[in-house]
């Protein structure tokens, strides 16, 4: 199906994934928003949104000392997989942190070139959706091999708030679904998979009240509670924008500056001196 890491590799990474979950007293766990205080724990971590859609991350050092970076402009749940893979750089590759490590939307939405690559993406899949977490999820939501459809993938995604394809690949990688099953569900874009029923999940979990949410447009503290959600990291900034828009406002109206692609040049140039 595609060039796949050896059966070493996996081992490897699975008892890499292990040893980390088990250090970081997450065994059996789901990670989802922690990876952010991990990274942030590991490095001088920034987030800060950025309005390039190819743009996730990046990792450098100076000085001895390591700096991360998410960008907070692309979708929370590729946030939430750019900072898992980025951790294994620096775990496991700390010869590459010389060099400024910036990862672009390619690398994780593409099968990349670099077993490097390849790694970091396999080890975060396997971090933020650990095996026997998933299948006790497919357990407790009653999904069936044999009958599971896209609606039952959707389900899983708000779980591990990991992008529609990472839920699909580990699917496949632990056996519950065929090789042509997975490939047919990956034929599916992800906007596509999760239009309109993820982001009704999204909205369900901002601190609204039921008869908020059915008048979501004319409540009123809507702007208030929007924009606390972002402040409590409950959505990421292209949520918060869209969020807002539905009231015509924007996220300048209230003092989120917008880095632009000099800001970040600047930052790279940083970590290069």
């Known amino acids: 199906m595609m060039n796949e890491l050896t059966i070493e590799d996996i081992k490897l990474l699975d008892q890499r994934v ?120 497919l357990s407790a939501l009653q999904i069936d091999r044999e009958t599971i459809a896209l609606k039952d993938i959707v389900k899983l995604i708000p779980i591990f708030q990991v992008p529609y394809k990472t839920v699909v690949l580990r699917l496949f990688e632990i056996g519950f679904i065929r090789e042509k099953q997975c490939q047919q569900f990956l034929t599916i874009p992800d906007r596509d998979a999760t239009q309109g029923v993820v982001y009704q999940m999204k909205i369900s979990q901002l601190p609204l009240d039921s008869q908020q949410r059915s008048n979501i447009i004319m409540l009123d503290g809507y702007i208030e509670h929007v924009v606390e959600a972002y402040n409590d990291e409950k959505i990421s900034y292209t949520e918060l924008r869209e969020y807002l828009a539905l009231a015509n406002q924007t996220p300048g109206d209230f003092g989120y500056p917008e880095m632009t692609a000099d800001d970040f040049a600047m930052l790279l140039e940083d970590c290069d001196d």
Request: overall charge negative; proline content about 3%.
């Open 18 to 137: 292990n040893e980390q979950l088990g250090r970081l007293q997450l065994t059996n766990q789901i990670v989802r928003e922690q990876v952010f205080r991990i990274l942030q724990n590991e490095t001088t971590f920034m987030q800060y949104p950025i309005e390039d859609d190819e743009l996730c991350a990046f990792v450098c050092q100076k000085q001895g000392r390591l700096f991360s970076y998410i960008n907070s402009y692309i979708p929370h749940d590729k946030q939430i997989f750019a900072a898992a893979h980025e951790l294994y750089h620096i775990w496991y590759e700390e010869q590459r942190l010389n060099e400024v490590e910036v990862l672009m939307n390619q690398t994780l939405e593409e099968e990349p070139a670099e077993r490097s690559e390849k790694m970091a993406n396999r080890f975060a899949a396997m971090f933020l959706v650990p095996e026997l977490v998933l299948r006790q999820q």
